[in-house]
């Protein structure tokens, strides 16, 4: 049994957000056992899984990242859609465009402090488009 | 319901490849709703999903990445095969080595700038083999 | 059909460890074709395939990684819980939460030189959960 819903994500501002109760509001009701697949439609933006609970962990990565894969590189050709288009790219495939939890019990099965961050690459991404497919 | 499909890629040179149309020529007719994960058999290549209209953003790829994880590190002990492979190593596993697309009305359910792109982070990787799997 | 475990992992010392074994002994007899995916419960570990031969690929993935997301960085503001733990989720969304692995006839079907790697990123974490799913 699949169950798939295409939902669109008010505007986020670059970094990271935490966005479980969004993805729980928009679920159907769970299977006792099964998978939860949520994959982002586009290569500027990504999904993962990291610490719901200090809000200072998102802006830490939004700052270290930022420096790993840095704007304005010497090496980047692809410039033209401006400084943040690049590196964008290169943390949504370091990232991930999508994550896939279990679930058990008709219940997400994440750890105590998983929360689904989505992370914003580009300083106006605009409305960002998620599919979330649940099979069982 | 699960297809599954193993395939031998053409031999690909080092570097960031569009291989969406070899993917879509491999499927069986698709379901109404359902994902599909493509695997890398291989601990020295990956796939990743991104950009697929401007084949600079490829070129950028193997750039940055060869700067964030260069050869000849000092720290690696894992030498023996050649200044390509540890690195090698490391970007399979910081790229990944599957994906997993949503499968909707039939169609993979991709954004319209995301494509599949194969990673081939040796020198001579060689025939490079894939599962392709669809459940639904 | 999905078939679900929840297991706990021993304490493992920081590092990369090969624990394909592990995950054998815990999966049900396998279906003729399906997907394993194996999820941590966890955002300061992750889970990755990679080279399952030679050790030493191990010590320089933790000492390589490292140096890619090192300790004491001075944009970190989350510190209280220790100079490791802010590297640790970092490594933990780029290396991943989850893998998924094709079953073909009744088998695990990576390559020959893939294996599982248990990543522990902090110094001590103690015993770890983990969700085996297989879906056919």
Redesign the interface.
Request: net charge negative; hydrophobic share 40%; aromatic share 12%.
């Given at each position: 049994m699949?169950?798939?819903k295409?939902i669109v994500l008010k505007n986020y501002r670059r970094g990271y957000h935490l966005i479980t109760n969004v993805i729980l509001e928009n679920l159907p009701p769970l299977?006792d056992?099964?998978?939860l697949?949520i994959?982002?439609?586009?290569?500027s933006a990504g999904i993962?899984?990291?610490?719901n609970a200090?809000p200072?962990?998102r802006?830490?990565?939004e700052?270290?990242?930022n420096?790993?894969?840095p704007e304005d590189?010497p090496?980047?050709?692809?410039t033209y859609e401006g400084s943040d288009d690049?590196p964008a790219?290169?943390k949504?495939?370091?990232?991930?465009?999508?994550?896939?939890?279990?679930i058990?019990n008709g219940r997400l099965?994440?750890?105590t402090?998983?929360g689904v961050?989505f992370c914003e690459f580009r300083n106006y991404g605009g409305q960002r488009?998620l599919?979330l497919?649940v099979?069982?």
């Open positions: 699949v169950h798939q295409e299977p056992q099964g998978l697949n994959f982002v439609k586009h290569t993962t899984l990291n610490e200090d200072t962990v802006t830490d990565f700052n270290f990242i420096k790993m894969i590189d090496v980047y050709i692809h690049m790219h290169l949504s495939s370091v990232i991930g465009a999508s994550v896939t939890i279990p058990t099965n994440m750890g402090w998983q961050y488009k599919v497919t099979y069982s």
